[in-house]
């Protein structure tokens, strides 16, 4: 599943060919995606300019005077920019048109995806209402972070991946920041003292601005609104490496399971 770092790199790679266009056109080839699309769209859009894209943890939002569209990636879609005269594929299912002659599209195998027209206050929307702070926002700190593990008997791993909590920690990227903060994935959440959280919320925020730096992680279909591939992958301590040497201390690393997710780390390590 996309997350974060590919919806980040998705929203960068695509707003400097939106920004400033007007919407020509907008063709629903499959409105059953998670949610039915609005019958009405087009009606919402077209002849509306596109003035900013934003991202609100694996969500991102074009937003104009009269609404906001909210666009979710689901399980295996992506956005991408074409020609608009480019025929679309079997699983291409909207096109966003644009003065320029160009066209978002948005491909969706799985119809996991979402694309949401929304009226009221984007933040109020049931998505979006509930979302903890962005890891990478001045508001998730160590005194946040701590204060929101005390008595939580969660393990740390699943209590971190909580949109609830911190939006946008997925399951690489908690792989990844456990390893950095030397942390066990299975401790209760409760347990970490002070400088643990603030070790954990550092890694938090390295992984996933390197991730963003890269394009974030290619593991089956991802690609970036320029249709290219993330190379964080090639970085990956731990995630997917199950009983190949820790890179900083040689010891195997282990796979579990947690939440039915796998979790990779190194049993020396991580305490």
């Not at 790679?13 to 995606?33: C, D, M, Q, W």
């Not at 701590?146 to 946008?168: C, E, H, L, W």
């Amino acid at each position: 599943m996309p997350e974060l770092p590919e919806v980040e790199t998705t929203r960068r790679g695509i707003e400097p060919h939106l920004k400033g266009r007007t919407i020509s056109a907008v063709v629903v080839r499959n409105p059953r995606l998670r949610w039915p699309v609005e019958p009405d769209l087009e009606k919402y859009l077209r002849g509306y300019a596109v003035n900013e894209v934003l991202r609100r943890g694996k969500y991102l939002l074009l937003p104009f005077k009269h609404g906001t569209l909210i666009l979710h990636l689901g399980m295996s879609g992506s956005l991408r920019l074409v020609n608009a005269a480019t025929a679309p594929g079997k699983h291409d299912h909207l096109d966003i048109c644009l003065d320029s002659g160009s066209c978002l599209r948005l491909t969706d195998p799985r119809r996991f995806g979402a694309v949401l027209w929304c009226q009221e206050e984007p933040s109020q929307h049931p998505l979006l209402a509930a979302l903890g702070p962005e890891p990478l926002a001045e508001e998730f700190t160590t005194t946040y972070l701590y204060q929101r593990t005390r008595n939580r008997k969660a393990p740390i791993k699943t209590f971190i991946m909580d949109s609830k909590v911190v939006v946008g920690v997925g399951n690489i990227y908690a792989n990844e920041a456990l390893y950095l903060a030397g942390i066990h994935p299975e401790r209760q959440a409760a347990t970490l003292s002070r400088p643990r959280i603030q070790r954990l919320v550092a890694a938090i925020r390295q992984v996933l601005t390197e991730a963003i730096a890269a394009g974030g992680t290619t593991l089956r279909d991802f690609v970036g609104g320029d249709g290219r591939p993330g190379y964080f992958a090639q970085q990956l301590n731990v995630y997917g490496r199950d009983q190949q040497p820790c890179p900083r201390c040689t010891t195997p690393l282990r796979m579990t399971r947690l939440g039915q997710r796998a979790t990779y780390y190194c049993p020396h390590c991580q305490r």
